[in-house]
């Protein structure tokens, strides 16, 4: 098993002001698995996407990468780590507005070993015309495209995913799920996302429903619809 999450717990608050968000979460993720956490506002998907990243700690149990766990690196290894092995794409683009759109993704670059080909991801998600401009003169979509390839260039093992379509149109939202997608296919990368949109699930090689800090409901999809197919 290559992600191992294992009885995480994570409250915030304490006395009556206590609020537990998380209860006591098991699960497992393959190598190269696409993984969508589904749940309402509140289910703690998010606080769940956080402590997989390394962001925040969990109060009880463990998440271990690849034999490693998380918990047991010190703050300097947890850096490290997240630097070489996590790529993040969150619903704000936070692209640093004075650089071009190449430049932006050369950031992801320079923290990497082993980064992927800066053009060759421009190509590969229709930025390639439009690497000399600054992010205000491109739309949302295309914004967020070069925060995907600012986070895939690291060639991360795992890409977490927050609401990345949450800001976005319709048809914008189906291109950026085909271009993660993409992403998964062409550099086997395994993604998980955090979304409240139930259409998504169905791209996903495994869904986990999240409410009110536990597991509802977990599955592994039989027959994926592919992200052009989707609707909603």
């Given at each position: 098993m ?28 393959d ?18 996407l ?7 700690s969990?109060?009880?149990?463990y998440?271990?990468?690849n ?52 053009d060759d ?14 992010p ?12 995907i ?5 690291k ?20 291109e ?36 009110d ?8 999809n039989?027959?994926k ?8």
């Amino acid at each position: 098993m290559f992600i191992e999450i294992k009885g995480i717990k994570k409250s915030f608050g304490s006395g009556e002001s206590r609020a537990d968000v998380l209860k006591g979460i098991d699960i497992g993720i393959d190598k190269g698995e696409f993984c969508v956490l589904l749940g309402p506002s509140g289910s703690g998907k998010s606080t769940l996407l956080n402590i997989i990243g390394g962001i925040d700690s969990a109060d009880e149990g463990y998440i271990s990468i690849n034999g490693e766990k998380t918990a047991d690196m010190n703050e300097k290894a947890l850096t490290m780590y997240r630097r070489k092995h996590l790529g993040y794409i969150f619903q704000m683009y936070n692209l640093i507005p004075n650089l071009n759109i190449k430049e932006n993704v050369e950031v992801g670059a320079y923290l990497s070993d082993n980064p992927l080909d800066v053009d060759d991801i421009l190509k590969t998600l229709g930025l390639y015309e439009h690497r000399h401009k600054l992010p205000n003169q491109l739309s949302g979509g295309q914004q967020q495209r070069t925060a995907i390839g600012r986070a895939i260039v690291k060639n991360p093992d795992i890409l977490l995913c927050d609401e990345p379509t949450g800001a976005l149109d319709y048809n914008t939202s189906k291109e950026i799920l085909q271009l993660i997608e993409t992403v998964n296919q062409k550099y086997n990368s395994t993604i998980i996302m955090v979304t409240h949109n139930d259409a998504i699930k169905n791209m996903a090689d495994k869904v986990i429903k999240l409410r009110d800090g536990v597991i509802r409901k977990q599955y592994v999809n039989q027959t994926k619809v592919a992200a052009a197919d989707l609707d909603w």
